[in-house]
């Protein structure tokens, strides 16, 4: 979907102006008893939008919920006009709360100006008229509709179908997910675990690198058979470029599923098949390019998630969970000659014994020592049984850590 850019921004006022189960195709302005004015501000930018998707929130402020059905099927937006009909998308609806999330898909916004557009409600008769499809260039809810309708499967055969989470939990959402992998459902979770294909792991990071020199966005993926594969997209021809896998995994586990990091000289590296067990590393044999390949072994005995950063000039430092679910570390490994020999492990966060640690990492850009931050969570019992988050930051390369309260 098309995102609103920066300084664009949308203001609702209310405005009162003046009930057959009226669809879209009965669109009568007059049938709707309240009418607010949004102002689509764009004055800050350099560029006309055309068929933009805006995001509008709606809020007390400036929206009276008790005077629009309950789930918001009433809402309708028009043009400038206050007669011509916009398409748009409730992302979500929460009368309880006062808060709506809608994308209001708007023929025309002007560079550095704005642009008016309604919102109307209030008509008990109204049927809903939230569109996705119709709001945006592609939508997948991943909770209605066929996924052959909308996808085509590039590599392998695997099949997919959706999870109606309102069915299932009692809640709306859905979840995209692969067959031949076992559904995996636990106590104050709404996820359906689906294999390495359709699944990614928040600690599964960088999986996507842009190199400005190339302007080419590089991304590694767990293909239908949960190899690391790796593809780029490049935004000058707007193509992507071939799917070439660089490794095996030995099952369709989403935590071993790759990692990038693309180094001062363009050498991408891809980190992969870890989750309790060895970290192995996969070089390219030339800068920017993914098609061919050196494997590189093993990085580290008993890891996990390795988030790869460069922090110092010619070095590379992978920061990953060491050891097991239930006794885990937070540690690193340095490499100072391209991967080819790493460091012994630095543990520079170790929970009490029976604690598990998951952590997610990220690194500045800009001059060396580069500063990275880590905010982490530990687990007592199970391994879904987390509690605290905890936050810390080096600027020396890892050397030293520093919390940031």
Wanted: some cysteine.
């Amino acid at each position: 979907m098309k995102m609103p850019l920066i300084g664009l921004a949308v203001a609702a006022f209310f405005q009162t102006v003046c009930a057959e189960d009226m669809t879209m195709s009965d669109w009568m302005p007059s049938a709707w008893r309240h009418r607010d004015v949004i102002v689509v501000d764009n004055s800050g930018g350099k560029q006309a939008l055309s068929h933009y998707q805006v995001k509008v929130v709606l809020n007390a402020a400036g929206f009276d919920f008790s005077k629009a059905q309950a789930d918001g099927r009433d809402l309708r937006f028009s043009d400038s006009d206050g007669r011509t009909l916009l398409d748009y998308w409730i992302e979500r609806y929460d009368p309880a709360g006062k808060q709506a999330v809608v994308w209001v898909k708007v023929p025309g916004v002007p560079a550095g100006g704005k642009k008016t557009i309604h919102v109307h409600y209030g008509n008990p008769k109204a049927a809903a008229a939230s569109n996705g499809i119709k709001t945006f260039e592609f939508f997948d809810d991943c909770d209605t509709g066929s996924p052959p309708d909308k996808w085509a499967v590039a590599m392998g055969a695997p099949k997919f179908e959706y999870v109606r989470h309102a069915d299932v939990f009692g809640k709306p959402g859905g979840i995209w997910h692969c067959s031949r992998a076992a559904t995996r459902r636990y106590p104050g979770n709404e996820t359906v675990y689906g294999g390495g294909h359709a699944t990614y792991c928040a600690w599964t990071r960088p999986m996507a690198v842009y190199a400005p020199s190339q302007d080419k966005t590089f991304f590694a993926f767990g293909n239908a058979e949960n190899s690391p594969t790796v593809s780029f997209y490049d935004h000058k021809t707007k193509q992507f470029g071939p799917a070439v896998v660089v490794g095996t995994n030995p099952d369709m586990d989403a935590h071993k599923n790759p990692h990038v990091l693309i180094d001062d000289a363009g050498y991408l590296y891809i980190f992969y098949r870890s989750h309790c067990t060895p970290t192995h590393l996969a070089k390219s044999r030339r800068p920017y390019d993914i098609m061919d390949w050196t494997p590189m072994g093993v990085v580290v005995e008993r890891s996990s998630y390795p988030q790869p950063w460069q922090l110092r000039p010619g070095e590379i430092t992978v920061l990953y969970r060491g050891g097991g679910t239930h006794d885990a570390t937070e540690s690193l490994v340095r490499s100072t000659d391209g991967g080819a020999t790493w460091s012994k492990p630095f543990h520079f966060i170790t929970p009490t014994p029976k604690n598990g640690c998951y952590a997610v990492t990220i690194a500045e850009t800009g001059r060396y020592p580069r500063k990275v931050h880590i905010a982490w969570s530990l687990t007592r019992g199970d391994w879904w049984q987390r509690y605290h988050v905890f936050y810390a930051y080096s600027d020396d390369g890892g050397e030293t850590w520093r919390r940031g309260d």
